[in-house]
């Protein structure tokens, strides 16, 4: 029985590093915002406002639970919590580093990709339940929008995949650095399963997974909501969209899964773009730098460097970048991600066929 | 009864009864996500048959494709139309209902025979496979799926896809403005 234990551990632990990351990136994304439009942000809770998201979890903790008089109830109270639970599913394929990883399925980034589907079908609960227009039409966008998006992405993540040969995650991450069973090469000729390092990941193995990496990390954007591809909730046409009727702590959970999948989609392309728990330092020569720096805690260290700059980037966008309008949102995603994504899968068929 | 029979009985359990709520509901949104458990449960019970691939392919088609689009078509029908269908209040006995009992009841006594006349624990052609050691280990699935699909299967799998085609083109076609000449 000390199996199931172990599981249920590694589930609190989980959760519990989900929501550590979220206190992060809320007070992260309102400092970077302040930052980048020239203001300071918080600043009156504790030094330099870090005690900020701890009041606001007060604040929402102790918000009365209100439920709209024509609303759903049942649909309602459940939205938030499917809507979380789909994307906290998603961690549990996710590799931490050589050896660990929750669940090792030899399907594990097909998986990913079918659990986060279930957001989708959270926010149109809560667009529903809610019986609000505002809220509806943002639900509507967000599904139409996802749905979309899901396809480059899929595309993009195929191409890996196509050179890659396996959906396990932990091979796909092992692939990339100097534990790989087989060679790796550098732009296709120099082999450098033995340098390791930056040369040895999945954008450097084959240059035109850069392409592909480039579509995914729009798409995601896209699938967990974030501005640019924020209509779903754009304040100044749907007040806040599916979330607009939720308070205090369902509002909380909306929040925590904007923010986990944020880490989620960010995470996934580290795996499959940009090697996983490897370490960016190569061998060189007597300096065996990648074989010092590669291990469990070095691992754990790397992928989340990794994951936290491709969020730090993911809040750079927002902050800088207008809303795209639906049209747009559209045209860029069937007349431009969609055949860029099919041409990088046939590029990786190639790749596979005659030059690895 | 071990952990692997519980888990059984329980997916069980869940799918024929969120199954039983969405044929029985009057609220036809409520049924729709309840349809959501039922797929899920289904999803379930393909992991405990080993068939981990399935499960996974129900969620993404059924959960993240078309239970989204039925939801899709029902947010964009109109109220007045909704509410005559979900004002549609017929007893449980009736006449209208006898087809669909019928074909239920018929379905259940084909379900039935076969249940009892198949021989679940010796199958002769799972037999002949373990005789001829013709047995894929369960790690390999994938790999196998995408071999038969690209060499036994391929014909079937390339009419499915145009099968699909053919939709593409007649929803691209039905939802053309009539006299804008592309």
């Known amino acids: 029985m000390n199996f199931y234990i172990t599981y249920f551990i590694v589930a609190a632990g989980l959760f519990a590093f989900v929501g550590l990351f979220t206190m992060f990136g809320v007070y992260a994304e309102r400092k970077v915002s302040a930052f980048i439009q020239h203001r300071l942000g918080p600043t009156e809770t504790g030094k330099y406002g870090t005690l900020q998201v701890l009041a606001d979890m007060l604040k929402m903790v102790q918000k009365e639970l209100i439920i709209p008089a024509g609303a759903d109830k049942i649909l309602f109270l459940a939205a938030p919590i499917i809507i979380f639970i789909g994307v906290y599913l998603g961690f549990a394929a996710l590799p931490w580093a050589p050896g660990l990883i929750p669940a090792n399925i030899n399907i594990g980034l097909y998986y990913i990709f079918a659990i986060v589907s279930i957001e989708t079908l959270g926010i149109l609960m809560a667009g529903w339940g809610s019986n609000n227009k505002y809220s509806i039409l943002g639900a509507m966008r967000s599904a139409a929008q996802i749905i979309s998006y899901e396809i480059p992405a899929g595309f993009a993540l195929i191409s890996v995949v196509m050179i890659a040969q396996t959906l396990n995650l932990q091979d796909i991450a092992m692939q990339q650095g100097i534990l790989s069973p087989d060679k790796a090469k550098f732009f296709g000729f120099l082999d450098v399963s033995q340098i390791g390092g930056f040369l040895s990941w999945n954008v450097f193995q084959a240059p035109h997974l850069l392409v592909a990496f480039v579509i995914y990390f729009i798409a995601s954007l896209a699938e967990s909501n974030r501005a640019p591809f924020d209509i779903p909730e754009a304040e100044s046409e749907l007040v806040a969209g599916f979330h607009t009727e939720f308070t205090g702590l369902q509002f909380a959970l909306v929040f925590l899964a904007e923010y986990s999948m944020m880490f989620l989609v960010s995470m996934v392309g580290v795996i499959l773009f940009l090697g996983a728990w490897n370490t960016p330092l190569p061998n060189m020569g007597s300096v065996t730098l990648a074989t010092w720096t590669t291990g469990t805690v070095w691992g754990i260290i790397w992928i989340l460097i990794k994951t936290l700059l491709l969020v730090g980037v993911q809040m750079w966008i927002r902050w800088t970048l207008p809303r795209l309008r639906v049209d747009q949102l559209m045209n860029l995603c069937w007349k431009i991600l969609t055949p860029l994504a099919f041409l990088c899968m046939l590029i990786s068929g190639i790749w596979r066929l005659w030059v690895m | ?182």
């Open chain 2, 1 to 182: 009864m071990n952990l692997v029979q519980i888990m059984f009985y329980l997916m069980a359990f869940i799918t024929l009864g969120s199954a039983l709520v969405v044929a029985m509901g009057k609220n036809l949104v409520r049924s729709i996500f309840m349809f959501f458990v039922t797929l899920f449960g289904l999803a379930g019970l393909y992991v405990l048959a080993l068939a981990d691939f399935v499960a996974v392919t129900q969620i993404v088609i059924y959960v993240g494709g078309i239970l989204v689009l039925i939801l899709f078509a029902f947010m964009l029908s109109g109220k007045e139309s909704l509410a005559i269908a979900q004002q549609h209040t017929t007893p449980y006995i009736s006449l209208k209902n006898l087809p669909a009992f019928l074909l239920a009841a018929l379905f259940l006594v084909v379900m039935l025979n076969v249940v009892f006349n198949a021989d679940v624990n010796n199958l002769p052609w799972v037999k002949a496979a373990i005789a001829t050691k013709n047995v894929v280990p369960v790690n390999g699935t994938i790999n196998n799926i995408g071999v038969s699909l690209m060499t036994r299967y391929l014909l079937p799998f390339e009419v499915i896809s145009i099968l699909l085609m053919i939709a593409l083109v007649g929803a691209a076609h039905l939802s053309r403005k009539e006299g804008a000449k592309a």
